[in-house]
């Protein structure tokens, strides 16, 4: 397959769109939190729960970092998109992860357990997105694998995964680390034949070092479903 779609993919009349931002500009006042931003973008992801429309059009290259409300009324960056997923073919990208991850063929992962607000960053148009997607596998203790998911196109999807590590001084009682060891738990799950990955694979997230630095390793993953 032609790997350059990631970079520069094909959108109507010929003209081509790409996630390009830099993480550091931070947006500010989106409103997009949780399942708030199906009334903006309703053409292009549905709520949770519900399959994104025919006519969902997210061609665009990969997006780079997670961002979450900062307390002053904007959004900042707080963790790496750290798994690109394509799915070439008929069934579309989310669906095949939906197969994986949703419904109850796994019922280790569920979708009931409230999320802290988070997005991603869309440029084209000027605002961030929720997830169409987050999951859990709860366990005993805390280190529970934790993805969103947002869909950029039909062949394509990017996660992000990391542990919930319990943290009494958050809002949640836990935060997302643990980035390189959540995607290799991901990867286990996605082990079938069907399922192939491509490591090592590098991902610039356009931040500052020191940021970087404090993620640590981000187990930056991708990943083919290539159906039989």
């Known amino acids: 397959m032609d790997d350059n779609r ?8 010929g003209l081509e769109s790409r996630w390009d931002h830099d993480c550091e500009a931070t ?46 009324g904007g959004w900042s960056v707080t963790m790496p998109i750290n798994m690109h997923v394509t799915a070439p073919g008929e069934q579309r990208a989310l669906a095949a992860i939906d197969a994986e991850l949703v419904g109850l063929e796994n019922p ?29 596998r709860p366990r005993l203790g805390d280190a529970w694998t934790h993805v969103h998911v947002w869909e950029l196109d039909a062949d394509r ?24 060891v959540a995607t290799r738990r991901v990867r286990e799950h996605l082990s079938g034949d069907n399922w192939r990955r491509e490591t090592p694979y ?6 500052e070092a020191e940021t970087r630095a404090d993620w640590g390793p981000t187990g930056d993953t991708k990943l083919e479903y290539a159906p039989d």
């Not at 997210?58 to 961002?67: D, G, I, L, Q």
């Not at 999807?157 to 390189?180: N, S």
């Open 27 to 72: 947006p500010t006042g989106s409103g997009v939190a949780g399942s708030e931003r199906t009334e903006q973008r309703e053409s292009v992801a549905a709520g949770p729960g519900s399959p994104p429309g025919l006519e969902t059009e997210r061609e665009r290259a990969y997006p780079h970092c997670v961002y979450q409300p900062d307390g002053d």
């Open 108 to 136: 280790r992962w569920t979708r009931v357990l409230p999320d802290a607000p988070i997005a991603a960053w869309d440029s084209d148009d000027d605002q961030l997105v929720a997830p169409d997607r987050s999951v859990r």
């Open 6 to 13: 990631s970079h520069h993919p094909p959108i109507s009349g």
């Open 202 to 207: 590098r991902i610039e997230y356009g931040i």
């Open 157 to 180: 999807v990017a996660l992000h995964a990391h542990l919930d590590v319990i943290d009494l001084e958050y809002a949640y009682l836990h935060r997302g680390d643990g980035y390189h």
